[in-house]
Nanobody, 114 residues
Framework: QVQLVESGGGLVQAGGSLRLSCAASGSAFRTNTMGWYRQAPGKQRELVATISSGGTPTYVDSVKGRFTISRDNFKNTVYLQMDSLKPEDTAVYYC????????WGQGTQVTVSS
């Protein structure tokens, strides 16, 4: 069973930056498209970025040009560099496999103050 551990969240002012990390146990990570998701209070979880096993990224329109997803298959880790943060980016951020998700991790809280 793959375990996912997200880290790197925190409190930041609007316009600031954070870099999130998601460490996955097991080798299954390397061949899968991974995604970063977020869930704001009272809202459904939404997918914000994906990255294929070969490194091709996609982004939801609201984060294009501000967030960058990357991965290191040797470290079984996915990253999300978040720049020009806005208060509406405040949420708990999770990573997971895009298809047939693994058990969800605890997520990491990102809070952006105005």
């Amino acid at each position: 069973q793959v375990q996912l551990v997200e880290s790197g969240g925190g409190l930041v002012q609007a316009g600031g930056s954070l870099r999130l990390s998601c460490a996955a146990s097991g080798s299954a990570f390397r061949t899968n498209t991974m995604g970063w998701y977020r869930q704001a209070p009272g809202k459904q979880r939404e997918l914000v970025a994906t990255i294929s096993s070969g490194g091709t990224p996609t982004y939801v329109d609201s984060v294009k040009g501000r967030f960058t997803i990357s991965r290191d298959n040797f470290k079984n880790t996915v990253y999300l560099q978040m720049d020009s943060l806005k208060p509406e980016d405040t949420a708990v951020y999770y990573c997971n496999r895009l298809l047939f998700p693994f058990q969800w991790g605890q997520g990491t809280q990102v809070t952006v103050s105005s």
